[in-house]
């Protein structure tokens, strides 16, 4: 079992930056393939952000690639979400999710990922 905390979000202008936090529980989070996805209101669907392998390989959506950085602290069980340049479109609950050696390739999807976090709010303001 996995438990998922999410921190770092908050209100921030367009063009500014912020780095979102998610801190996992259990021993084998180096194991994990772990990601980022958003959920912008109302009704829309959680969509993939970014996601990064046990191994450290990285994957990211298009909308968001060369601004957003993925990263890992296996000492830490922490991922993080280095956001730049961030715009409007980029207001959403952020979710982190985790996956047990699940290969890069299939990462971008959502139902491959049995362990959630309760998500942080973004909010850009223009």
């Known amino acids: 079992q996995v438990q998922l905390v999410e921190s770092g979000g908050g209100l921030v202008q367009a063009g500014g930056s912020l780095r979102l936090s998610c801190a996992a529980s259990g021993r084998t989070f180096d194991t994990y393939t772990m990601a980022w996805f958003r959920q912008a209101p109302p009704g829309k669907e959680r969509e993939f952000v970014a996601?990064?392998?046990?191994?450290?390989?990285?994957s990211y959506a298009d909308a968001v690639k060369d601004r957003f950085t993925i990263a890992r602290d296996d000492g830490r069980n922490t991922v993080y979400l280095q956001m730049n340049s961030l715009n409007t479109e980029d207001t959403a609950v952020y979710y982190c999710?985790?996956?047990?050696?699940?290969?890069?390739?299939?990462?971008?999807?959502?139902?491959?990922?049995?362990?959630w976090g309760q998500g942080t709010q973004l909010t850009v303001s223009s």
């Open positions: 999710a985790a996956s047990s050696q699940l290969p890069i390739v299939r990462s971008r999807s959502r139902t491959r990922y049995p362990y």
């Open positions: 996601a990064i392998s046990w191994i450290g390989s990285t």
